[in-house]
């Protein structure tokens, strides 16, 4: 098995203060614990989701200034937002090297995330014309197939990256037999991994890494919880105890430029 890419997602759908400065500093502390790429959503400084990219820019910004950290920005997020709103990042901000691509519409408790086809091929070839990354993230295995289909016609980057997102409430649940099914999908020469989204524990985690996850994103948009009884106090401590977990089953931690290699991401300014 291959090293492991720590994604850091670090900042929550709740939080309502969402300060370039302060969000840039911590996940610049986190490339030194193990994080190789930082996953963010375009919002503004109250974290409401928006096309307007000026505060993401400034704390990209700050991010490229201070650490060699993957930068990564979300085409997602449950909004009012039409594709080319969402994809605005691509657009407009030339540092940016990956983009989370969703793979489908699928239902996040009681909304509804929609992800029609159209919109999915939309985003690919976007990120195919800027020489951006799409890291897949799939919440049904079905949603593999339609994502295989996109990218045999459009000259997305390779190999595949397959995120695979469990535990929402109407989707699929997070258990060890559901990851063990949905991992038989995923194409033999596609990379794959897991967000920790609502997690207590890092039994999850642990079975993913086990079974030779390339990537696994963590982080205070997925969960704020470092076991079931105890929160973690920023995301610092998230990523230190993943990449202790990491090591501890003998598997080696990518560094930034490590994760480049592996996801062919080409290097920005």
């Known amino acids: 098995m291959g090293k492991v890419i720590i994604s850091l997602a670090p900042v929550s759908a709740a939080d309502t203060r969402v300060i370039p400065e302060e969000v ?12 190789a790429m930082v996953h963010l959503h375009v919002r503004d400084r109250t974290g409401k989701l928006t096309p307007d990219v000026a505060d993401f820019a400034e704390t990209i910004c700050l991010i490229r200034k201070g650490s060699n950290l993957i930068l990564q920005a979300s085409s997602g997020g449950i909004s009012e937002m039409n594709i080319e709103q969402r ?5 407009k901000c030339p540092s940016v090297e990956m983009t989370s691509l969703n793979g489908g519409s699928t239902n996040l408790g009681d909304a509804v995330y929609a992800n029609s086809l159209p919109d999915v091929r939309y985003c690919a070839e976007l990120a195919a ?9 799939v919440f049904e295995i079905g949603m593999i197939h339609s994502i295989c289909e996109i990218a045999a016609q459009v000259e997305v980057a390779r190999p595949m990256l397959i995120n695979t ?49 390339d990537l696994v994103r963590i982080g205070f948009e997925d969960s704020k919880f ?10 610092l401590q998230l990523v230190d105890k ?17 994760a480049r290699r592996m996801l062919n991401v080409q290097p920005k300014p």
């Open 24 to 35: 840039a500093a911590e996940t610049v502390q986190a490339e030194a614990l193990g994080a």
């Open 242 to 258: 993943l990449a202790a977990l990491i090591r501890a089953m003998d598997r080696e931690i990518a560094t930034p430029d490590e």
């Open 87 to 91: 994809c605005a990042p691509l657009f």
């Open 165 to 213: 997102v469990f535990g929402h409430r109407g989707t699929m649940p997070a258990t060890i037999d559901a990851l063990v099914h949905f991992r038989h999908f995923v194409p033999k020469d596609a990379l794959w991994g897991v967000t920790h989204f609502g997690r207590r524990g890092f039994d999850f985690l642990a079975a993913a890494i086990g079974m030779g996850a």
């Open 129 to 137: 014309e800027k020489r951006i990354v799409p890291e897949y993230e």
């Open 226 to 235: 470092l076991d079931p009884e105890r929160r973690a106090e920023n995301n």
